[in-house]
């Protein structure tokens, strides 16, 4: 059983940074698909950013030269570096993933990004970190 669990969310100003981060334990396989996802009140969920063991990269069109998704194998810890904050950013911010435990598997699911559309659903979640962006 694989648990994630966010944090780093919390209060910016407009034109500000945060960074999440996201702990992987459990049940962990080298073959994943990694990402976040925000979820505003009232709106609908969307994905924002994500990465595969292969490094590719997928970013929602909103997320796309303001935030990265560096990840930190050893620590099994995946971040979300968000650079000039708009209070449209404001959401709940959860890390997902999906694991192969075959890399076989994996390699029959490929590619399991596209770009500029990060995935809005993967098998296992965390319960989130509030981000909010006010003046």
């Known amino acids: 059983q694989v648990k994630l669990v966010e944090s780093g969310g919390g209060s910016a100003q407009p034109g500000g940074s945060l960074t999440l981060s996201c702990v992987a334990s459990?049940?962990?396989?080298?073959?994943?698909?990694m990402g976040w996802i925000r979820q505003a009140p009232g709106k609908k969920r969307e994905g924002v950013a994500a990465?595969?063991?292969?490094?590719?990269?997928s970013y929602a069109d909103f997320a796309e030269g303001r935030f990265t998704i560096p990840i930190d194998v050893a620590k099994n810890t995946l971040y979300l570096q968000m650079n000039n904050l708009e209070p449209a950013d404001t959401a709940m911010y959860y890390c997902?993933?999906?694991?192969?435990?075959?890399?076989?598997?994996?390699?029959?699911?490929?590619?399991?990004?596209?770009?500029?559309?990060?995935?809005?659903?993967?098998?296992?979640w965390g319960r989130g970190t509030q981000v909010t962006v006010s003046s």
């Open positions: 459990g049940y962990t396989h080298a073959s994943y698909c």
């Open positions: 990465l595969d063991r292969d490094g590719t990269t």
């Open positions: 997902g993933a999906d694991y192969w435990a075959l890399v076989g598997d994996y390699r029959r699911a490929s590619p399991v990004l596209v770009p500029g559309s990060p995935p809005d659903d993967f098998s296992t």
